[in-house]
């Protein structure tokens, strides 16, 4: 019995000797295999992928746009901080208002917070022609402008073109007929040049492109603005 055990091992060692010699041997002969298959790879695989487009060009060309997007994400992200940081050096500190000549809306900030936001009626492009080749073209200036003056009580003073639009003759510049009170509400802010932001008795075209150049707004809204706005505070008109 020992010796059948005995024998068993002797035969498993021998068997073990000669597949791991065997092993040696495959490993041995396929090394060289291995190698020549890398060099063929490198001297002959990739310039063949090199020139098919569907698997080189293809594969170049979708990392170059992913480098691409990400370089174009980085600028997009860098060019909004530039204009952010700008908007914030333009932006006054104190109270300001803002007019939307396309929608007729005004929006009222405090310290870049919004205050108060509504209708208003601004300019209507209307041109009025004169007999004598005088001309007008109702609208509402664009820019920055800032607060130059605050009426209570304000009464019109009527320029020519109103005479003009009714048609009726231009009286002198003193005559009584120039000047109409109530028509602009209880208050009265001026941008200079004549123009001025002031009530309306027409509330029914608020939000409507229909003044001869002023910023009309209803009293409410007017009363907010006048007592917000100090001399000097900036108005953004657009």
Not at 7 to 18: Q, V
Request: aromatic share 14%.
């Amino acid at each position: 019995m020992i010796n059948d055990e005995s024998n068993f091992k002797g035969e498993l060692n021998t068997c073990i000797g000669k597949k791991g010699k065997l092993i040696k041997f495959i490993f041995w002969l396929l090394m060289p295999i291995f190698l020549w298959f890398i060099i063929l790879f490198f001297l002959v695989g990739i310039p063949y992928l090199e020139n098919r487009p569907f698997i080189f060009e293809k594969t170049l060309s979708a990392i170059q746009e992913s480098e691409n997007n990400s370089k174009f994400e980085k600028e997009l992200q860098a060019g909004i901080a530039r204009i952010q940081k700008k908007m914030d050096r333009l932006t006054p500190g104190g109270t300001y208002l803002i007019v939307n000549t396309s929608d007729n809306t005004f929006s009222l900030y405090r310290n870049k917070a919004l205050v108060r936001e509504g209708l208003c009626s601004t300019g209507s492009y209307i041109k009025l022609e004169a007999d004598d080749n005088k001309n007008w073209v109702f609208q509402t200036p664009k820019g920055v402008f800032s607060i130059q003056g605050k009426i209570t009580s304000p009464v019109w003073r009527k320029p020519d073109w109103a005479f003009v639009e009714e048609g009726l003759p231009i009286p002198g510049a003193n005559s009584s007929s120039r000047f109409e009170y109530g028509v602009l509400g209880d208050y009265a802010l001026s941008l200079g040049k004549g123009y001025l932001i002031h009530g309306t008795l027409y509330k029914r075209f608020l939000g409507q492109p229909v003044t001869h150049g002023c910023i009309r707004m209803n009293d409410d809204d007017l009363k907010t603005v006048y007592q917000s706005l100090p001399i000097g505070a900036k108005v953004f008109i657009y």
